[in-house]
């Protein structure tokens, strides 16, 4: 076997022959290349399609991660609207619970109950041995169930307190308006209703009111609310002081020293109305009380002793 060189000395073709050992090297060595270019090929593929599966991995998994996060942001936020309604109704139980706690200690000063029986500042008085029965959680329908019914009751017992409110309203407004107690806070009766021997002639006639004797400038005081219908001199009366309480009721207050009062001014029961006094048809100090229904005189006495509460 020959081989043909080219040198650049002089750029003539060399032949050089080979020998069988010498060409047998020669043919080793170019096989030992090709076969190392061919694992040098092979563990750079191996090494692509490696780093390719990795980056392949990789992605997928980015994705997932990506998908859960998604999940667990939408689960986050459907449970944040649920906590916010959640709050809502216990912002609207507890807004109940103060208004019932309002209603109950007007409903308490109304009816007059003894002071700490019923102390809605204070909670309830409760107790009892304890009684284990179950240390599972409450699961959230039934928590949610349960707070429904809770808004439901409450709003329940609102109502019917308001209701028993506006009844007790309006038996005090009864109380108020409906003359009882006496007009003045001291003195006698010095004369009753009906038939009476008149101070000043002597003969049997009919006395319209109660006759309450005093000291002159005593207070008088109104048996009942209204409003001053007169505030005057009247023939007979002298100065007198006359209340509408509504509901057919009126009273007079006659032989003032001195109204306290004009006409339309709303008075309460137990208001200074007048001073006591001798003015008009009287032999002395006193006021002269009367009651009407329906425009015509009825006796004062059943109302001057109904206890005013």
């Known amino acids: 076997m020959n081989l043909i060189l080219f040198t650049k000395r002089n750029g003539r073709p060399v032949s050089v022959e080979l020998t069988t050992p010498l060409r047998a090297a020669v043919l080793g060595g170019a096989a030992f290349v090709v076969i190392a270019a061919t694992f040098a090929l092979g563990a750079a593929w191996s090494q692509w399609y490696a780093d390719r599966s990795a980056q392949a991995r990789t992605l997928a998994w980015e994705q997932e991660f990506a998908r859960q996060r998604d999940e667990i942001a939408e689960a986050r936020r459907t449970a944040q609207e649920g906590l916010d309604a959640l709050a809502v109704r216990l912002g609207r139980a507890h807004a109940h619970l103060f208004r019932l706690d309002a209603l109950g200690q007007r409903l308490t000063r109304m009816a007059d109950l003894d002071e700490g029986e019923f102390d809605f500042e204070q909670p309830p008085a409760l107790g009892g041995p304890e009684v284990r029965l179950s240390s599972e959680p409450l699961p959230i329908a039934d928590f949610v169930a349960t707070l429904t019914s809770l808004d439901a009751q409450l709003g329940h017992r609102e109502q019917q307190l308001n209701m028993l409110e506006h009844m007790l309203l309006n038996r005090n407004l009864q109380r108020q308006v409906l003359p009882a107690g006496r007009p003045v806070t001291s003195g006698w009766i010095s004369s009753q209703f009906g038939i009476r021997n008149d ?45 509408n309480h509504g509901s057919g009721f009126s009273t007079r207050y006659a032989h003032n020293h001195e109204n ?10 137990g208001d ?38």
């Open 199 to 243: 101070p000043f002639t002597g003969q049997r006639a009919h006395h319209g009111g109660i006759d309450f004797a005093g000291r002159r400038g005593a207070p008088i005081i109104a048996v009942a609310a209204g409003v001053v219908t007169f505030s005057g001199e009247r023939r007979g009366y002298g100065k007198m002081v006359e209340i």
């Open 260 to 269: 306290l009062v004009r006409v339309g001014d709303t008075i309460r029961k």
């Open 272 to 309: 200074r109305i007048a001073l006591m006094g001798s003015t008009g048809r009287a032999t002395a100090p006193h006021v002269h009380f009367e009651v009407l229904q329906n425009g015509r005189t009825v006796n004062p006495s059943r109302y001057v002793s109904t206890a005013a509460n």
